[in-house]
């Protein structure tokens, strides 16, 4: 079977891995705002950003909103059509992950692809709405075609680095481009190839500045001054604010991104142990210590260059994941022979023996606690016991006489499947059933008059108010409740008797008494994960 053949699979499996069973999953957290991006793009017209109250988000361009809208057009604005670009996106990484890896070896290629897919974090930006798949896309391309060019000795596929800064801007804004940009010079630097490095930096520079200039002339022609301002504290003055510590990503994503995070880490410092002042030594473009050094250059740019700003959030470096898997597979391919890898490897696979029972028992425990509790999400038992006891006995007894390196895979690919299983039958339904909105939705609009406005008191715009409109049905066009800060609680005094007010629970003690006198409580329940108080206001 060709490579490009397996990379096709690779593809295909990817892409059903990411979006099984989302038809069934309702919107929480932040993929409510995506969910209302689309909803808000079917009621009007399309412009360069996103809208949310009718008013334009301009954390994002909105192409990815477009596609999502496209999409949603097949079935609907539901969790699977939102994240079905994404999802496509994030299947071409995989792809491309097992195509660079594959130039070496093919087993370096799978290794590499499976170490992607258990990295926890990467499987749930894969399966939401996410613009950053997109970057990450557009990066790993990037450094695919700057690899095979040179070992291939065909130059003319660069000419394509242009084309795709250009998607990534339009995909996520500055940054889309900033990151691939940056990965282009951070390899052509580690090859020591100087000239090409400032050539590439330069030629995306320019690249950068054209998308920025026609950009920004377009938001103008849209919404004036204003609407550039806002674009400019959206992507350049929100970020650079403060936030999260420097080190964040050398911390926080060694559990989110494990098993391939820690794993790259380990890889580089052994390496930088042993090569140390020659870690970017001048070697052949076809050894596995130039792709090393490329793919050390890829991560670290990433990493680092996102650990400036000071908003931080862990699906910002996910283009930095099939660098880190990549590096990570050097531990089971071990082309240099090291005793260390070898003995990680070693207890690295006597853990993972006993993972299909573990994944297997902690589904088990997790619905007899569910049942127990007398929560009502459907947890299926009957074929992941069945798969995993199968699968888990013949890695212990029908292996051993299979090659090492084929039982090796084998070990590693049942792991990865058994954080998959375990995120799709317990984590989402769990958090599904945490975050869930849709039944105090439906209970409030059961309650409101016809004709009236919902009114949310203390009540962030871009929080639980998301919450409330992506599971507003039946829509009417750009639906904008109306918002009073807690301070100012007394304001509901002018409103019709009637009007629905919305609380946190947690705030009602802030109602003003000659306001309370005139509320009463019609309904609680859960936005999110926030406890929440409905009053319906009486007359005087």
């Known amino acids: 079977m060709s490579k490009r053949t397996i990379a096709v699979y690779i593809f295909l499996a990817s892409v059903a891995l990411f979006l099984a069973g989302l038809q069934n999953v309702e919107f929480v957290r932040i993929n409510c705002r995506f969910g209302l991006f689309v909803h808000e793009m079917a009621e009007g017209s399309i412009g360069p950003f996103p809208l949310l109250y009718g008013e334009a988000y301009c954390d994002y361009p909105s192409v990815h909103t477009y596609l999502m809208y496209l999409a949603s057009l097949l079935g609907g604005v539901t969790m699977l059509t939102a994240t079905l670009p994404s999802a496509l996106a994030a299947g071409g990484v995989m792809s491309l992950t097992y195509l660079i890896g594959a130039r070496m070896s093919n087993k370096f290629g799978l290794f590499a692809v499976i170490l992607l897919a258990a990295s926890y974090e990467f499987l749930e930006i894969a399966r939401a709405p996410s613009p950053d798949m997109f970057v990450a896309f557009v990066t790993i391309f990037s450094f695919y075609l700057m690899y095979t060019a040179e070992r291939d000795k065909k130059a003319i596929r660069l000419f394509i680095l242009p084309l795709l800064f250009v998607f990534g801007f339009a995909m996520r804004g500055p940054i889309g481009a900033v990151i691939p940009i940056g990965v282009v010079c951070g390899y052509y630097l580690s090859q020591r190839r100087w000239k090409t490095a400032v050539a590439g930096g330069v030629l995306g520079a320019l690249v950068l500045a054209c998308c920025l200039m026609l950009f920004i002339i377009i938001i103008y022609k849209e919404g004036g001054k204003e609407l550039v301002k806002s674009f400019q504290n959206a992507q350049v003055g929100n970020r650079m604010s403060s936030g999260k510590p420097v080190w964040f990503y050398f911390t926080n994503a060694m559990g989110s991104y494990s098993l391939t995070y820690p794993l790259c880490f380990l890889v580089v410092g052994t390496y930088a142990w042993i090569k140390r002042k020659k870690y970017f030594a001048k070697v052949p473009v076809d050894s596995y210590a130039a792709l090393r050094q490329g793919l ?24 930095a994941l099939p660098a880190a898997a990549l590096l990570a597979a050097f531990i089971f391919v071990n082309p240099d022979k090291l005793a260390i890898f070898k003995k990680v490897r070693a207890i690295f696979l006597k853990i993972c023996t006993f993972v299909p029972f573990t994944a297997l028992a902690i ?42 390196a084929d039982r090796i895979m084998f070990v590693v690919a049942l792991t990865a499947m ?65 918002f009073i800060a807690l301070d100012n609680n007394e304001e509901l005094l002018n409103f019709e008797p009637g009007t629905l007010v919305i609380f946190k629970s947690s705030k009602t003690k802030f109602i003003k008494p000659e306001v309370k006198e005139r509320l009463k409580e019609v309904a609680k329940g859960d936005l999110g994960h926030r406890e929440c108080t409905v009053y319906k206001l009486d007359p005087k």
């Open 418 to 482: 058994s954080f998959f299983v375990i995120k799709i039958m317990l984590i989402e339904p769990l958090e599904t059933y945490s975050e869930s909105s849709y039944k105090l939705v439906k209970q409030i609009e059961d309650l409101r008059p016809a004709g009236t406005k919902l009114t949310f008191c203390g009540i962030d715009r871009d929080g639980e108010a998301l919450k409330y409109l992506v599971n507003l049905k039946p829509r009417s066009k750009y639906y904008v409740p109306n």
């Open 296 to 319: 050390t250059a890829w991560f670290f740019v990433i990493v680092l260059g996102m650990s400036i700003p000071g908003t931080k959030h862990l699906r910002y470096v996910v283009s």
């Open 363 to 404: 589904v088990i425990a997790g619905a007899i606690v569910l049942n127990s509790l007398d929560i009502k999400i459907p947890v299926p038992m009957f074929l992941p016991a069945i798969m995993f006891l199968v699968l888990g006995f013949a890695l212990i007894g029908g292996t051993r006489k299979i090659k090492d």
